[in-house]
């Protein structure tokens, strides 16, 4: 007898239970039982034949509803992979429901260092975060920082908590060691640490402002993002040392926060690499 994997009793149903639902539904149904496989495949070590078991209970579910499968099952746990996401986006868009962006599958990683103890950043570059209202873009930029190596993130009383379910969906883990400060006085913290030889640079586009690549970046800094909908608050604007921007060159004059730090981001460390070459 073959071992099915546990929670997978999707598959199980029988050909009038599964017609007994709405056709959205149905579909729904599919897609979750493959999410479910998807999930076991990436916690657990399943052999191709417990694989091949379910995958023909759900090849027989799509023979009713007329759908066409593979005449083959996968072959390798990548190929599985791929398998499990296509056919689960395929029963999604037939719900006619959509997907939101942090409905998606947990993606498939491989070569992450997953050491013990504190970070140790590779540069000395805190993000300071006045405004953010997105725990997604908050989950976003904790992972960029880690891809980095910088220092963490100082958020203001108004930023979600990093032990917010989105900003640790977004962050994909780093949320667990990535430093993220939540002082009582954002801005008397930073004064403490311009005490400190922080230099405060804002990104945003201003009459001003400098391009962000032909700026020498500090090597000791602080980089503050403004909100998602304003951009830098007043008092950001005038506590930055620096304002630099990111040139546009198309009709839009913003990029999402998220993608400007990462764009932000990537240039200092070049920066920093080239001084250190």
């Not at 997604?136 to 108004?158: T, Y």
């Not at 005490?195 to 586009?205: D, K, N, P, V, W």
Request: glycine fraction near 8%; aromatic fraction near 10%; proline fraction near 7%.
């Amino acid at each position: 007898m073959v071992n099915e994997p546990a929670n997978l009793s999707v598959f199980n149903m029988t050909q009038a239970r599964l017609f007994s639902l709405p056709p959205a539904r149905r579909h729904k149904w599919l897609a979750r039982g493959l999410a479910g496989l998807y999930q076991a495949l990436l916690e657990t070590d399943l052999t191709q034949t417990s694989l091949e078991f379910t995958w023909a209970k759900y090849q027989k579910a799509c023979g009713w509803l007329g759908l066409e499968v593979e005449a083959n099952p996968p072959l390798s746990k990548g190929a599985w992979f791929e398998w499990l996401a296509d056919h689960f986006h395929r029963h999604q868009a037939l719900t006619g429901l959509g997907l939101p962006e942090d409905q998606l599958l947990h993606p498939v990683i491989q070569g992450d260092r997953l050491e013990a103890g504190p970070w140790q950043p590779r540069y000395p570059v805190w993000v300071a975060l006045e405004k953010i209202r997105s725990a997604f873009n908050l989950g976003s930029i904790l992972r960029s920082i880690d891809a980095l190596g910088f220092a963490g993130v100082i958020l203001g009383p108004q930023s979600p908590p990093p032990a917010h379910n989105q900003v640790r969906k977004a962050a994909m883990g780093t949320a667990g060691w990535i430093p993220a400060l939540q002082p009582a006085d954002f801005w008397g913290h930073l004064s403490r640490m311009e005490t400190e030889g922080f230099r405060l640079i804002g990104l945003e586009r201003t009459q001003n402002s400098l391009s962000y690549r032909r700026y020498p970046w500090p090597r000791k800094l602080v980089l503050l993002l403004g909100n998602e909908e304003y951009g830098l608050s007043q008092q950001a604007l005038v506590r930055s040392q620096v304002l630099v921007h990111l040139p546009m060159a198309g009709r839009k004059n913003s990029l999402n926060l998220a993608n400007a730090f990462c764009a932000v981001g990537f240039e200092l460390a070049h920066q920093f690499e080239v001084r250190d070459a």
